[in-house]
């Protein structure tokens, strides 16, 4: 019994003092993952310290808000200019071009009326053809091509569930015009029990109507002002330059240079038409009035009528582009994923009328030279690490940002990265006024893990960051295009001031120090997220 005993006690020994090597050797190898990670991230910081400078950041915004950039506006030579020079600083930092360029083509065109305009309507052996502007005229949102079918009047075009109100009820519209009226029944209801009585809903909108039309299958669509809410029914359209001597030549709708062509044909039409289809205004105004009265859709086909028209437009490209580089990620596997660095570098332009000798250049200075400097810094840095990050990293310069975001519009409706391998996008715009501790972070509300690497890489930084309010997603800039199409965003801004869209946005006035502070913030979130094996997901609430 003893010697069992004393065997056992042994044995006991024995695994206290395994127990204690290994909590030791954890004890080690805890500290020494530790210490590799601190002198890692001591690293990362260092090398944007040395990397990102006050100087780089004067430099560069020096030069792109210069009074020889003229304000960069898209298009123009200079945002050519701006582009070339991006492109070669990107190239400098080892960056490659993607896809075999530097260059992305924004995918948006000028629309002017072309020659071959018309509108007729045929009834038996009858051919009544009716003259463009006087009878009727284009919107700009109408597609670009013939159409001919028989005619529907279909109310206001509206189909409204939540109203119990549907103007395609029980009617054929395929392949048929149909016509209808603007804005929407309800307007002299005071209650607003129906649609918002005189505040209109989004169902009185052009783009909504043509839409629910296209959804019914209907091959065109005619709009009339109706008689019992305007006093002139005559056909207004779209102001085009062509049809109107009040305007500048160039003063022509933009959109996707594809986007007449997936639309219906949508004109507006005058006195002369609607006789022809309801024998007279009075006619047509007391079918509005019964839809007022009854707050019920007065839908009919109208008979024996072949509605025949073709839309014709003429498309110019805007001829500017996004300025693209890339980096190759290190890992075999993550490198088929991608953050994107962005910023746009185009402004406003120039003022059209000034007093001789008076400062007539938007140099944009901190909007957003200084945006894209960061972005050119933070490239800088990337391209000049030891090592590649594990995923691959994209930079781009967007144009059209001034715009509507028509340079990362166009990128997202034609990626040269799948949007679903791409990680992250960080965004860059106006770094460089205000509190220089003051530092405004978009998007971390909403991407609560790309919020935690922001708030502990700012501890190398100091920043006091806002991260903006409790719900929605400010829209102001080009990472609202990406963040719509489901890729989690982080925006870096430092606020407005009142030189913003000023001509006194001028360089000497941005904080060099402070946009280089925000520069190295933005390349050790964008280094630390290269180097993750994580994704993130969007919330639409933050805590």
């Given at each position: 019994m003893k010697n069992g005993k004393l065997l056992e006690k042994q044995k006991m020994l024995h695994f206290a003092s395994c127990t204690l090597h290994f909590a030791f050797f954890l004890t080690i190898l805890i500290f020494t993952s530790c210490a590799a990670s601190s002198h890692y991230q001591k690293r990362v910081t260092d090398h944007s310290r040395s990397a990102i400078t006050a100087l780089f950041m004067k430099q560069h915004i020096s030069y792109l808000a210069s009074d020889s950039m003229k304000g960069r506006a898209t298009p123009s030579a200079e945002l050519d200019a701006a582009a070339e020079y991006i492109a070669r600083q990107f190239k400098s930092y080892g960056l490659q071009p993607l896809k075999g360029s530097y260059f992305q083509d924004l995918s948006y065109c000028y629309f002017d009326l072309g020659d071959n305009n018309f509108l007729s309507v045929v009834e038996g052996l009858d051919t009544k053809r009716f003259k463009l502007r006087d009878d009727f005229v284009p919107y700009d949102l109408s597609g670009s091509r013939p159409a001919e079918g028989e005619l529907v009047f279909a109310g206001y075009g509206i189909t409204a569930p939540e109203y119990n109100y549907d103007d395609y009820k029980d009617l054929d519209v395929k392949g048929k015009h149909v016509v209808v009226l603007r804005q929407e029944p309800g307007q002299t209801d005071s209650?607003?029990?129906?649609?918002?009585?005189?505040?209109?809903?989004?169902?009185?909108?052009?783009?909504?109507?043509?839409?629910?039309?296209?959804?019914?299958?209907?091959?065109?669509?005619?709009?009339?002002?109706?008689?019992?809410?305007?006093?002139?029914?005559?056909?207004?359209?779209?102001?085009?330059?062509?049809?109107?001597?009040?305007?500048?030549?160039?003063?022509?709708?933009?959109?996707?240079?594809?986007?007449?062509?997936?639309?219906?044909?949508?004109?507006?039409?005058?006195?002369?038409?609607?006789?022809?289809?309801?024998?007279?205004?009075?006619?047509?105004?007391?079918?509005?009035?019964?839809?007022?009265?009854?707050?019920?859709?007065?839908?009919?086909?109208?008979?024996?009528?072949?509605?025949?028209?073709?839309?014709?437009?003429?498309?110019?490209?805007?001829?500017?582009?996004?300025?693209?580089?890339?980096?190759?990620?290190?890992?075999?596997?993550?490198?088929?994923?991608?953050?994107?660095?962005?910023?746009?570098?185009?402004?406003?332009?120039?003022?059209?009328?000034?007093?001789?000798?008076?400062?007539?250049?938007?140099?944009?200075?901190?909007?957003?030279?200084?945006?894209?400097?960061?972005?050119?810094?933070?490239?800088?840095?990337?391209?000049?690490?030891?090592?590649?990050?594990?995923?691959?990293?994209?930079?781009?310069?967007?144009?059209?940002?001034?715009?509507?975001?028509?340079?990362?519009?166009?990128?997202?409706?034609?990626?040269?990265?799948?949007?679903?391998?791409?990680?992250?996008?960080?965004?860059?715009?106006?770094?460089?006024?205000?509190?220089?501790?003051?530092?405004?972070?978009?998007?971390?509300?909403?991407?609560?893990?790309?919020?935690?690497?922001?708030?502990?890489?700012?501890k190398n930084t100091e920043f006091k960051l806002d991260e903006g309010k409790r719900e929605g997603m400010f829209g102001g800039s080009d990472h609202i295009s990406f963040f719509n199409k489901g890729v989690p965003v982080i925006f870096f801004f430092t606020g407005l001031h009142d030189d913003y869209h000023k001509v006194t946005d001028e360089s000497d006035r941005i904080n060099t120090d402070k946009a280089a502070r925000v520069a190295r913030l933005v390349f050790m979130t964008a280094w630390t997220a290269a180097n993750q094996d994580k994704h993130y997901k969007i919330v639409k609430k933050g805590d």
């Open positions: 209650t607003g029990k129906m649609f918002g009585g005189k505040n209109l809903t989004y169902y009185s909108g052009l783009k909504e109507k043509q839409k629910m039309a296209q959804d019914h299958g209907a091959a065109g669509m005619l709009v009339i002002s109706g008689p019992l809410q305007y006093n002139s029914v005559k056909p207004d359209g779209f102001s085009w330059p062509k049809l109107t001597k009040l305007l500048p030549k160039d003063a022509l709708p933009l959109d996707y240079c594809e986007r007449p062509e997936e639309v219906i044909p949508m004109v507006q039409v005058g006195e002369a038409i609607i006789k022809e289809l309801f024998v007279s205004t009075d006619s047509l105004k007391h079918i509005q009035q019964r839809i007022e009265k009854n707050m019920q859709p007065e839908s009919f086909p109208i008979p024996g009528k072949i509605l025949a028209m073709n839309i014709n437009f003429i498309s110019t490209p805007i001829g500017a582009r996004n300025v693209i580089g890339w980096l190759e990620g290190g890992d075999p596997i993550l490198n088929k994923e991608a953050i994107i660095i962005g910023a746009h570098y185009d402004h406003l332009g120039i003022k059209g009328v000034h007093q001789q000798g008076s400062d007539y250049i938007y140099n944009g200075a901190d909007d957003n030279a200084s945006g894209t400097t960061g972005m050119l810094a933070v490239a800088s840095a990337f391209g000049s690490m030891a090592e590649n990050p594990k995923r691959s990293v994209i930079f781009i310069a967007f144009a059209g940002e001034e715009l509507g975001m028509l340079g990362s519009a166009s990128y997202v409706r034609k990626p040269l990265w799948p949007l679903g391998k791409t990680a992250a996008m960080v965004n860059l715009d106006m770094i460089g006024r205000n509190d220089p501790d003051f530092l405004k972070i978009i998007g971390a509300r909403q991407n609560p893990a790309l919020r935690k690497i922001v708030r502990r890489q700012n």
